[in-house]
């Protein structure tokens, strides 16, 4: 019989009391685990996406956003000032093109569809280079109106430095036959979406016509994406060349050293092109993706104090009941000499009896709940990632779409936060846990303290 | 000499201005006496006794105890001072309600330092000694009689071998056969332990069989026997 076990007996001195003492805290616990849970799960998926974007800088000409727009493409006298930019590591390239049926002998593997037809509906003579002005012609009687031709799908060529770049998850090309090509060369090779292979019969060492030169399949290659997987893929180089482009880029993906730089990189950028391109960080973007889950985080940080400090409450009303009811019994302790710290011990020994076994509940149950929570968290704030998810050209079928930039790869899995309870979290539901006890057992302490043993002799 | 208080003086701030409960009290009791202290409600006599008791600090004045002067001790050394030389002995009992008997006096004798493995064999002692049976000893004070509950006490009171034994209207509540009985079991055990009793009653029967009886008056001494 020491101090500790007379807290701990104490606890149960009321039965009824103390188990509705513990449900409240119970609850509380719960509640705090939860939320601990669903911020670290969103936390850690915060870092994924800003991890998985890396360090890079877009740049797209001013007015071009993949196979959109109007405008100049960036020049190679630009694109070598982004090279040599301070703390830029890298620069993938890349030029796009649509080739027609004049342009190639294959048949495009994209239906032309409602899309499609849309994107082409103002256009006229496909070989008629004259332009819209002489669109009205022959004999000049304005009721006969050319015959347009049938609009066609279009196959889009990518010439790039880094074939690896059209991969839908950012990292490498998986290619199902073949080899890659030398994206620094001119050569006339090509590596061969999968879909627009099967649909023209193509394998590696197959020749097609483009742009009026024969090239040659080096590989096959599989994004699992439709429109990537119905394109061709060439050395930068050769698509300047074949389209008497030299120089020519429509988007450059710049990776930076470290992410630290990546702002002053952006405004580096910014300066030494002006208004001839549009810069964006792949960081910045990550960060507009990820709004909605920090928003969910501060959520739950806010939960967390919140049932901290009601926890906290609990205890402290708890306690200073049961010091107040209790306040002969101290007077008495004190009085056959007892120190007022052991005192304080035994009531505090009794918290930390009637915290611990909510803990014990709160944390069972709150690892328990904590996976529903996450996810009803994540689900009612995910209205905002699926808004932006359109934002962009990036439809994937009718023969056009931009370079698919990064920020579609995070709206893809920012609905799935996986909730994991790490030993963190349950190291830092113990420690709340605690903290509870303790600040809820500081006010009962003080009044421990105040208690004067002379009342002992009081006859009231 | 066992106490000797002199010019004791407790002053109180009350809300309607200060109390003077203790008005320079001198007196002196020897080792081994039983003194008894009466006066009317009010008069001081728990105040002398909390003085005694170091419960509380007087205002002015000094208290010997074994010739160490307990008026001026830290709070530290009070609670020292209660645990091993002071035993109480209360009009309510005042015994812990969680506890058993056995656990009560157990209590006490933790507080005064002996090591726990010693502490039941001489709870049981001590509450064979004041006539309390082994079953009654497992029993929470609700369970006990007062007059039971308060030998529960004067064992608590003996467990640490005090100096003085401070009994504050000790049979007050009780009836006064029973009231008799626990009267007889210290006055016994002052002889027999040789502890020095100060005991506060307003039985008159009581006090005079007492080795002597001081009266308190508006926080006075103004009669002596013995
Ligand atoms: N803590 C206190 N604060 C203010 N006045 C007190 C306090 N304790 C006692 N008194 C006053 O001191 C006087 C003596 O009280 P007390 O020693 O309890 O008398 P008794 O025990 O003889 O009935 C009374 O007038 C009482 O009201
Ligand atoms: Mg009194």
Do not use: C, W
Request: hydrophobic share 40%; aromatic share 4%.
């Amino acid at each position: 019989m020491n101090v500790v076990s007379r807290g701990i007996r104490n606890a149960l001195r009321s039965p009824l009391r103390s188990g509705a003492i513990v449900i409240m805290l119970a609850i509380s616990i719960t509640l705090i685990v939860a939320m601990l849970v669903a911020r670290s799960s969103v936390n850690a998926k915060i870092e994924e996406v800003k991890g998985s974007t890396a360090n890079q800088i877009t740049i797209n000409p001013a007015g071009i956003r993949g196979g959109f727009g109007g405008g100049d493409p960036l020049t190679a006298e630009q694109v070598t000032t982004v090279t040599s930019t301070a703390h830029i590591g890298s620069v993938a390239s890349t030029l796009t093109d649509q080739a027609g049926t004049d342009d190639t002998n294959l048949t495009p593997s994209l239906e032309l569809g409602s899309f499609g037809q849309r994107m082409q509906r103002f256009e006229t003579s496909t070989g008629d280079s004259n332009g819209p002005t002489d669109v009205i012609q022959g004999d000049g009687s304005s009721d006969s109106a050319p015959a347009r031709p049938a609009r066609t799908p279009r196959t889009t060529i990518t010439g790039t430095t880094d074939a690896n770049s059209i991969a839908s998850d950012g990292s490498t090309l998986t290619l199902t036959s073949g080899a890659t090509v030398d994206s620094t060369s001119s050569d006339l090779v090509a590596l061969v979406g999968k879909t627009l292979a099967e649909k023209n019969s193509l394998s590696v060492g197959s020749t097609f016509t483009l742009y009026g030169k024969t090239f040659t399949v080096n590989g096959i290659y599989e994004t699992g994406n439709t429109f990537q997987d119905s394109g061709i893929v060439v050395p930068l180089a050769t698509l300047q060349t074949a389209t008497e482009q030299p120089g020519a880029v429509t988007s450059a993906v710049a990776t930076v050293d470290s992410s630290e730089n990546v702002t002053a990189t952006v405004s580096a950028l910014k300066t030494a092109l002006g208004d001839k391109a549009d810069i964006t960080s792949s960081a910045e973007q990550a960060e507009t993706s990820v709004a909605s889950l920090r928003s969910i985080s501060s959520l739950a940080t806010t939960g967390v104090v919140g049932a901290t400090i009601a926890g906290a409450v609990i205890v402290l009303l708890t306690m200073t009941m049961i010091v107040r009811e209790r306040r002969r019994e101290i007077g008495v302790i004190k009085a056959i000499g007892g120190t007022t710290s052991k005192v304080i011990t035994q009531f505090v020994t009794e918290a930390l009896t009637l915290t611990l076994v909510s803990g014990v509940i709160g944390i069972a149950l709150g690892i328990f709940v904590s996976g529903s929570i996450t996810d009803g968290l994540v689900t009612s704030a995910s209205a905002a990632p699926k808004t932006t998810q359109g934002q962009g050209p990036m439809a994937s079928a009718g023969g056009m779409r931009g370079t698919g930039g990064p920020t579609q790869r995070f709206n893809q899995g920012l609905q799935q936060v996986t909730s994991t309870v790490t030993p963190q979290i349950f190291m830092g539901a113990a420690g709340i846990t605690l903290l509870i006890a303790i600040l809820g057992s500081a006010l009962p302490a003080y009044l421990i303290a105040r208690v004067r043993p002379a009342e002992v002799l009081r006859t009231e | 000499m066992s106490l000797e208080v002199k010019d004791l003086t407790k002053t109180y701030n009350a809300s309607h201005g200060k109390v003077t409960a203790l008005d320079s009290v001198s007196f002196s009791v020897s080792t081994g006496e039983f003194a008894s202290i009466i006066g009317k409600s009010g008069s001081g006599k728990s105040t002398l006794l909390s003085l005694l008791g170091a419960l509380d600090t007087p205002t002015k004045g000094e208290i010997h105890v074994d010739d160490i002067n307990i008026a001026r001790l830290s709070p530290h050394k009070q609670t020292a001072y209660r645990a091993k030389k002071i035993g109480f002995v209360f009009q309510q009992y005042n015994l812990i309600p969680n506890l058993s008997a056995l656990e009560n006096v157990m209590l006490a004798l933790e507080f005064g330092g002996m090591r726990a493995s010693e502490r039941k064999e001489r709870a049981r002692e001590l509450l064979t000694a004041v006539g309390l049976e082994p079953d009654q000893q497992l029993r929470k004070p609700a369970k006990l009689s007062g007059g039971q509950q308060q030998r529960v006490s004067i064992a608590r009171a003996l467990a640490n071998k005090p100096a003085v034994i401070l009994a504050d209207e000790p049979t007050g509540n009780l009836d006064s056969e029973t009231g008799k009985k626990i009267f007889d079991l210290l006055h016994d055990l002052s002889r027999t332990e040789k502890t020095t009793i100060i005991a506060v009653t307003h039985d008159l029967d009581i006090a005079g069989k007492t080795d002597r009886t001081y009266m308190l008056k508006d926080g006075k001494i103004t009669t002596k026997r013995g």
